[in-house]
């Protein structure tokens, strides 16, 4: 069993910065591919980045390319996301995910086990 938590949303203005981190507890996460979602108000969840259990594949969604960056550091059993450039349509809650799946780098939130509590990310125009 994998426990998530997720930290770093806030309140930012378009064109700022956040880091998200996503805290694993329970279990080392090292082998997990690890994601992250994020769910706009009236909106389904969607997929924004993920990265494979050796840190060696990223996938990111067409919408965040260029802008954010996901990785890992699992000595200390944490994924981070660099969001830089945010814009107003950024804002949603944001969720990391882990996958025992196996070596693929996953896009679907069925293809995932263990999820955080979400934390929220609002960008202000």
């Known amino acids: 069993q994998v426990q998530l938590v997720e930290s770093g949303g806030r309140l930012v203005q378009a064109g700022g910065s956040l880091r998200l981190s996503c805290a694993a507890s329970?279990?080392?996460?090292?082998?997990?591919?690890v994601g992250w979602f994020r769910q706009a108000p009236g909106k389904e969840r969607e997929f924004v980045v993920t990265?494979?259990?050796?840190?060696?594949?990223?996938v990111y969604a067409d919408s965040v390319k260029g802008r954010f960056t996901i990785s890992r550091d699992d000595a200390k059993n944490t994924v981070y996301l660099q969001m830089n450039s945010l814009k107003p349509e950024d804002t949603a809650v944001y969720y990391c995910?882990?996958?025992?799946?196996?070596?693929?780098?996953?896009?679907?939130?069925?293809?995932?086990?263990?999820w955080g509590q979400g934390t929220q990310v609002t960008v202000s125009s």
């Open positions: 995910a882990a996958s025992p799946r196996g070596p693929s780098a996953y896009t679907r939130p069925s293809e995932y086990a263990y």
């Open positions: 990265i494979t259990w050796n840190g060696y594949s990223t």
């Open positions: 329970g279990r080392t996460f090292s082998n997990y591919c």
